[in-house]
């Protein structure tokens, strides 16, 4: 998807994590995901910057006869991905340069991606290229993102700033960026991280 520099070293799993913090904030995350899917009943999905899967996994349960794809650039965690998800198929890829189709999926996600990426203006025009209608997007809320993280006593010296994060949207940057890119949207706010659901 991009390059190792560029994702720096952030590997906390908050999908797996036990503090249950974490986990309340992921289970909001999921409710404004859910509610934004609501009326989009998706046939074909790509979950782009994929990870481990468990985006891709979490539809694909929601949805258990929509096609679900994920893409990322990391083979070592598409193994993963594919360990745990054996009914979903995941492929390395790049996310400035989709070995896709246009238009070949009507949902394509991209969550907690964007904010790695030098040039994620790029991305989003790809992203819309292979999808027919809808884009689901995710990014940290700043600043209080950092804030979170400087209160758990995390990249103090990089006053909270995530390792690898190359952009730092507060709601009106992202929802700026979000209506330069995008004919309609919906954007929410689950506590430190923006969802949003595109329209091409």
Same mark, same amino acid.
């Given at each position: ?20 913090? +974490? ?9 404004? @995901?859910d509610a934004l ?11 782009? =910057?994929?990870?481990?899967? %468990?985006?891709? !996994?979490? /539809?694909?349960?929601?949805? &258990?006869?929509?096609? +679900? ?5 990391? &083979? ?16 390395? =890829?790049?996310? %400035?340069?989709? #070995? *896709?189709?246009? %238009? ?8 907690? +991606? ?12 790809? $992203? ?5 209608? *809808?884009?689901?997007?995710?990014? &940290? ?8 993280? /400087? ?8 006053? =909270?700033?995530?390792? =690898?994060? @190359? ?10 960026? $979000? !209506? ?7 954007? #929410? ?7 949003a659901l595109c329209?091409?």
């Amino acid at each position: 998807m991009h390059s190792k520099e560029e994702t720096g070293g952030n590997i906390y799993n908050k999908y797996t994590t036990g503090n249950p913090i +974490v986990r309340l904030l992921m289970s909001d995350f999921f409710r404004h @995901l859910d509610a934004l899917l609501e009326n989009v009943n998706p046939r074909r999905v790509l979950d782009v =910057g994929c990870g481990e899967g %468990y985006i891709s !996994q979490h /539809i694909k349960e929601k949805y &258990p006869e929509t096609h +679900v794809e994920g893409v990322d650039f990391s &083979p070592g965690i598409l193994e993963v991905a594919r360990e745990l998800n054996p009914d979903i198929m995941f492929l390395e =890829g790049n996310i %400035y340069s989709l #070995e *896709y189709e246009d %238009y070949l999926f009507d949902l394509v996600i991209a969550c907690e +991606v964007l904010e790695h990426l030098d040039k994620p203006e790029d991305a989003i025009k790809e $992203l819309k290229r292979v999808s027919s209608r *809808y884009v689901i997007l995710s990014v &940290p809320n700043e600043p209080f993102f950092r804030i979170a993280n /400087i209160l758990r006593f995390r990249y103090l010296r990089r006053l =909270g700033n995530t390792p =690898g994060h @190359l952009n730092n949207w507060t709601r009106k940057e992202f929802s700026d960026i $979000l !209506q330069k890119n995008f004919r309609e949207f919906k954007h #929410e706010i689950s506590t430190i991280w923006q969802i949003a659901l595109c329209v091409k």
